[in-house]
């Protein structure tokens, strides 16, 4: 799956313009009006990216990014800020709260995304890499191809998502609902069963012989992938 990010701008339109586009590159997007909603949406899950408009009504953007910074779950999240204010002194500022970068209004969508790519680039390099790596296994998103070894690995579209996203969470426990949100989507009508059945298809055509399963179940929270 792609990053995950958040869009927090009170401008309807805006916010429409830049979901649209960046579902378009392959992100997963989720959107927030205010500070406060943005606030809730982090607490449930922490995004790899928030886009975030300066001026937000009752919060600003700078004090939101400021309440990131202060916390230790949330004290390395990328943030890119968008603002009208293009001022140097106003630029420093934004920079200075903990901003990683900033993009003045109006701006080229071009020029938006690829500053979004160089920043996960940096803060996660796993959710842009055509290649995906642990120990022996590869996967490689733009041929759609899983090796383990020089052994290639074949999967259905389901099982390739799951391990494209366990990858990516490498070392972090994934409970059932978090699975079926990544693999399948929100909006999906699976039971957390499913994910059950398609995890022992993903085990059985990853390990041949003496192969390491990687895929551990944690008992009442979920599986981890990468951990043994």
Known sequence: MGAKLLVVEDEQALSELLTYNLEAEGYEVRTAESAEDAELLVAEE????VILDWMLPVVSGIELCRRFRSRAET???PVLMLTA??????RIRGLSTGADDYVVKPFSLPELLARVKAILRRAAPERVADVLTFEDIELDRAAHRVKRGERGVRLGPTE???LEFMMESAGRVLSRAQLLDGVWG???FVDERTVDVHIGRLRKSLIRGRETDLIRTV?????IFGEH
């Open 46 to 49: 922490i995004p790899d990216l």
């Open 75 to 77: 004290s390395a999240l």
């Open 85 to 90: 204010r293009g001022e140097e002194s106003d």
């Open 160 to 162: 390739f998502r799951l």
């Open 186 to 188: 929100r909006d999906a």
């Open 219 to 223: 008992r009442g929270s979920g599986y």
